[in-house]
């Protein structure tokens, strides 16, 4: 059974940093994409980046590319998403999920293609 945890998210201030990190256990296939989406006070869901695990592909929304990174480790079937210069309206829940077996080109910004889906983690930015 594929199993998503979340974790390193916390509080920090303005321009601080934090790693968040999602560990896979049960991945039917060796090529997954694994995307990082959250959820901000009061709105939808909305995604944030993605990583192909196979190819080592990433893909970012334009609003984080300059300030987010993601990046796996095959051996602890890990992806991370490093927050870097993160500000109060970054605050909210970090979700990881995945597509198995799925391409992320073309289809890592929809939502309703993850199968999968972590429980997520609080990050929260003061000003």
């Known amino acids: 059974q594929l199993q998503l945890v979340e974790s390193g998210g916390g509080s920090v201030q303005a321009g601080g940093s934090l790693t968040l990190s999602c560990a896979a256990s049960g991945l039917p296939y060796f090529s997954n994409c694994v995307g990082w989406f959250r959820q901000l006070p009061g709105q939808e869901r909305e995604e944030v980046a993605a990583?192909?695990?196979?190819?080592?592909?990433?893909y970012y929304v334009d609003s984080v590319k300059e300030r987010f990174s993601i990046s796996q480790d095959k051996a602890k079937n890990t992806v991370y998403l490093q927050l870097d210069s993160l500000k109060p309206e970054d605050t909210g829940i970090y979700y990881c999920a995945v597509r198995s077996g799925g391409a992320c080109y073309g289809f890592w910004t929809r939502i309703r293609s993850y199968s999968d889906w972590g429980r997520g983690t609080q990050v929260t930015v003061s000003p």
């Open positions: 990583i192909s695990t196979g190819g080592g592909n990433t």
